[in-house]
Each structure stands twice: as structure tokens, then as C-alpha cells.
């Protein structure tokens, strides 16, 4: 029973995949390997820039901001995200970006698990 229960931090955890806790990209028998959901622990310094925009997306996205200011580009939309529990959705085929306006931390949950996308 206790091979299928994990006990961690999301900092320390994340560290090594970007801030990626859950996915696909885990090994098989880990409980947080998943097919159906990814989720992410990101903590993002001032002025951090997706480098490039998402173009298109196969899978559905939440990001909820625990702290900071953070803005996610969207082909019609800027949004800020200011206030803690802020948190925009957006769906399949929706290309996007973002940008920390301050050091913040956001949770992100893509779904589903796509292999052969780069964990980040």
C-alpha cells in the first residue's frame, strides 16, 4: 500500500522537471505518473517570459495564482492575474504565453498527459 502514496514538496520536486509534479513524464508505478492530468508548482522571478508561445495546444489548461502578479497572453486577451486565487482556463487549440510582473507562484493542471511534449 505504500508504494501507491507519495509525501512531498512541490519546490523540492519540481525542481528537476520545471516545477512538473504529475504527468505522464513520471515512471510508470510512481503515483504521480499520470496519462489523464499534469500539474505544475511554478515559481517565476520578475520579468520571466514563456520564450516562445504555445501554438496549437491539444490539451485544456487551469493556472491558478497562489502569489505575485502574473499575465497569460491569449490570441484576443490579456490577463492579469493579481490577487491570490485568480485563475483563468483556457481549452484545446487556444495558442498562449505569459509573463511574472513580480515574483509569483502559480499552480498549473493540463489534461490530459500528452506524451511528447516537452515537460515545460
Request: glycine share 12%; no cysteine.
Amino acid at each position: 500500500m505504500s508504494d501507491q502514496i507519495y509525501v512531498g514538496n512541490a519546490v523540492v520536486d519540481g525542481a528537476a522537471d520545471d516545477g512538473w509534479l504529475l504527468g505522464h513524464f513520471r515512471p510508470p508505478g510512481d503515483p504521480r505518473h499520470s496519462d489523464e492530468v499534469e500539474i505544475k508548482w511554478g515559481v517565476h522571478p520578475p520579468g520571466e517570459v514563456r520564450a516562445r508561445w504555445v501554438r496549437g495546444e491539444v490539451r485544456t489548461a487551469l493556472l491558478v495564482l497562489v502569489s505575485g502578479r502574473f499575465r497569460v497572453e491569449l490570441p484576443d486577451r490579456s490577463v492579469l492575474l493579481s490577487e491570490p486565487g485568480d485563475y483563468v482556463v483556457w481549452g484545446k487549440g487556444v495558442d498562449h504565453s505569459w509573463r511574472a510582473e513580480e515574483l509569483s507562484t502559480v499552480l498549473t493542471v493540463r489534461w490530459p498527459s500528452v506524451a511528447g511534449y516537452r515537460v515545460g
